[in-house]
């Protein structure tokens, strides 16, 4: 995107600092054989080398999924859905593999991983979840959360948000995942003893410096425009496709039909007979091969549905910035108002009304020594304003250097992800044409031999 160059006081831009790390990663067993580098305080970060360096050395599996009844945190009974993960080390220090460690999740276990990765890493486009409740259905697929097919489909998914963030080259670092991966008791705990619900930002707080921001970054408000549009896109695709899905599920169980008619009509017939069952024998077959087709389908439409999901994501690190460009914009603004208390009680000069200018006139002047009380009071908040001022540039450089790289990071992976998608889709609607020709060939053959 076209780069403008705006005022260095004022917007956020990116600058050759640091990364930005999330709390400590401590990574134990396969992970600590590779791990290296130093812990930041303010971070706690394990560098490690290797961008998918968990998936070269863990293999990471959701493995399971099984029905299950408890408590919930109000006491009443609840059925549920846990998922079993499996983590083994491809090779360990000594050349032998390791065996497989496994640990049962709840879905809103995974929702809390995320959300504690959201806070801790607003740079980062986070992998989104699969759907907790199907959406985009044709009438034929359940919409029951807890139906097998579905409660499948969202193993895969939470399958593949895992290997999402194992192989995120900063993600992958993180002490809670790791813990999510390894740690079944007491998990939850440590990952609300981090306090990160305390630093999320309000969504009250977000829409205010959306609409009170005044230097937007050009770049994140394209970004912003971007995710609408490709959730809108997506939407659309895929209300399109269940709509294809009901008809074409529609078209084929009719053909159903055309075998029972030519079972029947084989029946009063002795030279054709044969013919006729065997022909209605192949359009019962062709009758019947659109449940596992629309089954394959919803495979790729689960493909598409993680890119929707994909635009919150997006929407969520330009909210960030936007909030972080509004702090920054209210501490210039308080920051100039206090250098212009200060001139003014230097000069005695007041150049716009206010409430003490007022009380002045009324009450008379204040004596030197109050005056000078108060300008070195306001010198040392002016002081402390341009720290604050200065940490909180650097602060928003940093986050727009981090950002914008996982960002670039991100296009790529879409759109090689969506590319690959699309051409499977393709292949198999091809594959699924030349079947029905071949059903229709068969047939033609059995009409000859009559």
Known sequence: MEQAPPDPERQLQPAPLEPL??????????????????????????????????????????????????????????????????????????????????LWRRYSEFELLRNYLLVYYPHVVVPPLPEKRAEFVWHKLSADNMDPDFVE????????????????????????????????????????????????????????????????????????????????????????????????YGVYKVHGNYGR?????????????????????????????????????????????????????????CRKHELMQYDLETAAQDLASKKQQCEELATGTVRTFSLKGMTTRLFGQETPEQREARIKVLEEQINEGEQQLKAKNLEGREFVKNAWADIERFKEQKNRDLKEALISYAVMQISMCKKGIQVWTNAKECFSKM
């Open 21 to 102: 790390g999330g709390p400590g990663a401590v990574l134990e067993a396969a992970v600590s054989e590779e791990a290296e580098g130093t812990r930041e305080d303010s971070a706690g970060v394990d560098t490690m080398t290797g961008n998918d360096f968990w998936l070269k050395k863990i293999e990471i599996s959701v493995s399971e999924a099984e029905k299950r009844t408890g408590r919930n945190a109000v006491n009443m009974q609840e059925t549920y859905t846990a998922y079993l993960i499996e983590t083994r080390s491809v090779e360990h220090a000594d050349g032998q593999s390791v065996l497989t460690d496994s």
């Open 261 to 317: 008619v030519f079972s029947e009509w084989s029946a009063i017939e002795k030279e054709m007979g044969d013919g006729l069952q065997s022909a209605g024998h192949h359009m019962d077959v062709y009758a019947s091969s659109i449940d596992d087709i629309l089954e394959d389908e919803e495979h790729y439409a689960d493909q598409l549905k993680e890119y929707l999901f994909y635009a919150e994501a997006l929407r969520a690190v």
């Open 153 to 248: 489909r969202r193993r895969i998914g939470l399958e593949n948000f895992l290997l999402r963030v194992a192989s995120h080259p900063v993600l992958c670092r993180d002490k809670i995942f790791y813990l999510f991966l390894t740690q079944e008791g007491n998990w939850k705990e440590t990952v609300n003893e981090t306090g990160f619900q305390l630093k999320a930002d309000s969504r009250l707080k977000a829409l205010n410096a959306t609409f009170r921001v005044k230097n937007p970054d050009k770049r994140f408000t394209e970004l912003k425009h971007y995710s609408d549009e490709l959730q809108s896109v997506i939407s659309h695709l895929l209300r399109v496709r269940a709509r294809v899905a009901d008809r074409l």
